[in-house]
């Protein structure tokens, strides 16, 4: 029984998918995302943020360890150079899945995958938002000129309902039918007025 096993097998036997886990972990590291389909981004994260966690701090013994996971040595290099020095302030969550749709030959969902830190148009447009500021939900102490006077409820015979009326204009303006009477332009009874 497989009870509590969470892990996605892909169909792959075991060193099918440490090894397809390795490229495709290698490939992210070096080109900083890459298009796959959900269910494999989604293990590749599990697989990854680990070794990007070891990354933060370069050692020889977590260059080894990191080493035996990627197999790749050009890869584990990006990673202890340019990529632990973007996510070095970062407390997890490096990586990024957004769905792409369904892919045409076999509907399958595809998703890019891709390091957080390396996508230069949003850091560009979170730079530009104002920082949000914490708001507590309880209720603070309240100033003494914001109290609510709530003592004594208002009845409706206490405040009669006054009806208002439109002020009556005196004159009504000259339109233009009486400036047509009167062979004159309109422009004309204006400048009288």
Do not use: C, Q, W
């Amino acid at each position: 029984m497989r009870h509590g096993k969470k892990d996605n097998h892909l169909g792959r036997t075991a060193s099918h998918r440490k090894a397809m886990l390795s490229n495709m972990a290698s490939s992210l590291i070096i080109h900083k995302r890459i298009e796959t389909t959900l269910a494999k981004a989604k293990e590749l994260r599990k697989y990854v943020e680990p070794l990007l966690t070891r990354a933060k701090e370069d050692s020889t013994h977590n260059r080894r360890v990191v080493f035996s996971y990627l197999n790749d040595k050009e890869s584990t290099k990006e990673l202890f150079g340019v990529v632990s020095d973007k996510i070095a302030s970062r407390p997890g969550g490096y990586t990024r899945i957004i769905k792409l749709g369904s892919r045409l030959g076999d509907a399958a969902e595809t998703a890019l995958i891709e390091l957080v830190d390396f996508n230069d148009a949003l850091l560009l447009a979170n730079a530009d938002k104002p920082a949000k500021t914490r708001r507590s939900r309880r209720g603070g102490v309240k100033k003494e000129g914001t109290e609510v006077a709530a003592a004594a409820p208002v009845k409706k015979e206490d405040h009669p309902v006054v009806a208002e009326t439109e002020p009556v204009a005196d004159e009504a303006p000259a339109s233009n039918d009486d400036a047509a009477e009167n062979n004159e332009s309109p422009e004309s009874t204006t400048e009288k007025e």
